[in-house]
C-alpha cells in the first residue's frame, strides 16, 4: 500500500488522501476535494484513480466528487445512510465492509459516529496499520459535532473502537489542527511534556511535509485519550465542580469536547 497526503492549503487546511496499490497503480481517493491536485499527484506518480471514499457527508469532504468522477469515471463510495446526501454513490459501506484497491489492498470500514452519524473511517490490512480518520480522530484532538453529529456517539467510537488499535496505528487525519489541539492540551494538562515537546518540534511545520501520528502518540498528547489525568482532572474540576473529584470517562470527555467547542 501506497500513501500520497495530499495538502489543500485551502482555509479549512484539509488533507485529501491517495491510496495505491503497487502492483497494478489502481488507486483510492479520499476525500478529494482539490480534485486537480489529487489528480496532478496521481498523475506524477503513474497511478489511476479508480474509486473515491467520502468519510462523510459534509461539503469540504465531497466538494471534489463531480471534478473527480468527470475526470477519471470514478465510483464513489460512502456510508450507506448517507445516500440522500452524497450525490451519486455506488456503494454504500458499513461497519466491516472491505474496500479493495488494486490487488494487494485491503481497507476495513468502520463505522464511527460522532462528527456525523454517517461517517466511516478506514483501517488498512497491512503489517503496520494505518487509520484514516476523516473528522472523527485528528492529531491531538477529535471532530467537533456542530452539524449533524452527537458527543455521546463520538465517545463511543472512541471507548469502543479507536481506544483499541494497536499502538502502531498511523493517523491520517481530514484537517491540520495539530498546533490548535496541541495548544489545546497544555491548556487543560500543562504538564504534558510530550505535547510541549511536539508543539516546540512542529509548531512551524511544512503541511506539504505534516508529521503522521501514531496511536502510541495520540495517547501521550491528545486529551480525548487522556480521560484518567490527575492534571487533566483537577484543571477540569476547577471550571465544572459539579463533576466531582472522580469523574467518569464519559464525563471527562464531553466536558472536554464542550470547552473544546469554545477555545
Given at each position: 500500500m501506497?500513501?500520497?497526503?495530499?495538502?489543500t492549503g485551502n482555509a479549512y487546511?484539509?488533507?485529501?488522501?491517495?491510496?495505491?496499490?503497487?502492483?497494478?497503480?489502481?488507486?483510492?481517493a479520499i476525500d478529494p476535494l482539490d480534485y486537480g491536485k489529487c489528480l496532478a499527484a496521481a498523475e506524477k506518480h503513474g497511478w489511476t484513480i479508480t474509486q473515491i471514499l467520502n468519510t462523510h457527508e459534509h461539503g469540504d469532504h465531497t466538494g471534489g466528487n463531480k471534478g473527480m468522477v468527470e475526470a477519471t469515471g470514478a465510483t464513489i463510495i460512502a456510508h450507506a445512510n448517507a445516500k440522500n446526501r452524497i450525490p451519486n454513490m455506488?456503494?454504500?459501506?458499513?461497519?466491516?465492509?472491505?474496500i479493495k484497491v488494486g490487488k494487494t489492498v485491503d481497507l476495513e470500514c468502520l463505522d464511527t459516529p460522532g462528527h456525523t452519524m454517517s461517517h466511516i473511517c478506514l483501517l488498512s490490512k497491512t503489517d503496520q496499520p494505518a487509520l484514516f480518520s476523516g473528522d472523527t480522530l485528528f492529531n491531538a484532538g477529535a471532530g467537533n459535532c456542530h452539524h449533524g453529529g452527537h458527543p455521546s456517539e463520538l465517545y463511543n467510537t472512541f471507548h469502543e473502537q479507536?481506544?483499541?488499535?494497536?499502538?502502531?496505528?498511523l493517523i491520517y487525519?481530514?484537517?491540520?489542527?495539530?498546533?490548535?489541539?496541541?495548544?489545546?492540551?497544555?491548556?487543560?494538562?500543562?504538564?504534558?511534556?510530550?505535547?510541549?515537546?511536539?508543539l516546540?518540534?512542529?509548531?512551524?511545520?511544512?503541511?506539504?511535509?505534516?508529521?503522521?501520528?501514531?496511536?502510541?502518540?495520540?495517547?501521550q498528547v491528545n486529551t480525548f485519550f487522556r480521560l484518567d489525568s490527575p492534571s487533566l482532572i483537577g484543571r477540569l474540576h476547577e471550571e465544572f465542580p459539579e463533576i466531582?473529584?472522580?469523574?467518569?470517562?464519559?464525563?471527562?470527555?464531553?466536558?472536554?469536547r464542550e470547552l473544546r467547542n469554545s477555545w
Open positions: 501506497i500513501v500520497e497526503q495530499v495538502w487546511r484539509n488533507f485529501n488522501y491517495l491510496i495505491a496499490c503497487p502492483e497494478t497503480g489502481d488507486a483510492l455506488s456503494r454504500g459501506v458499513g461497519a466491516g465492509d472491505v479507536l481506544e483499541k488499535l494497536p499502538d502502531d496505528t487525519p481530514g484537517h491540520d489542527y495539530l498546533i490548535n489541539n496541541l495548544n489545546f492540551t497544555m491548556d487543560r494538562e500543562p504538564d504534558n511534556k510530550a505535547a510541549q515537546q511536539m516546540s518540534r512542529f509548531e512551524n511545520q511544512d503541511p506539504n511535509d505534516a508529521l503522521v501520528t501514531t496511536l502510541a502518540q495520540e495517547r466531582g473529584d472522580s469523574p467518569d470517562a464519559r464525563t471527562v470527555f464531553l466536558k472536554l
